[in-house]
């Protein structure tokens, strides 16, 4: 398995801008696609977006289409999620996860398909 931590978490105003940021050891990261999640207070973690092993195919739930963006440098072994116009909806703990990934899209999109998972990031935007 390989071994993710995320940081760039934190407090930021309605319509500010955060970069998650999630680093991975232990095994050849170029191996993974990744996804990033995230799980508000009573409720179910959810799908945010996804990005296949090569970074050519990305994918994104559609309350964060247009503005989250995924990325991966396999270079530096790291995943990132550029998020604008932030809303106080997506407060949340975000979190990173590994998969050896899939031709069908709609395999990046379920919790359970995963393997490796990080310790969470704290996201609060304030209203």
């Known amino acids: 398995q390989v071994q993710l931590v995320e940081s760039g978490g934190g407090l930021v105003q309605a319509g500010g801008s955060l970069r998650l940021s999630c680093a991975a050891s232990g095994r050849t990261f170029s191996s993974y696609a990744m996804g990033w999640f995230r799980q508000a207070p009573g409720k179910e973690r959810e799908f945010v977006a996804a990005?296949?092993?090569?970074?050519?195919?990305?994918y994104y739930a559609d309350s964060v289409k247009g503005r989250f963006t995924i990325s991966r440098d396999n270079a530096k072994n790291t995943a990132c999620l550029q998020m604008n116009s932030l809303k106080p909806e997506d407060t949340a703990v975000y979190y990173c996860a590994a998969t050896t990934g899939s031709y069908y899209s709609d395999y990046y999109y379920k919790t359970r398909n995963y393997d490796s998972w990080g310790q969470g990031t704290q996201v609060t935007v304030s209203s």
């Open positions: 990005i296949n092993r090569s970074g050519g195919n990305t």
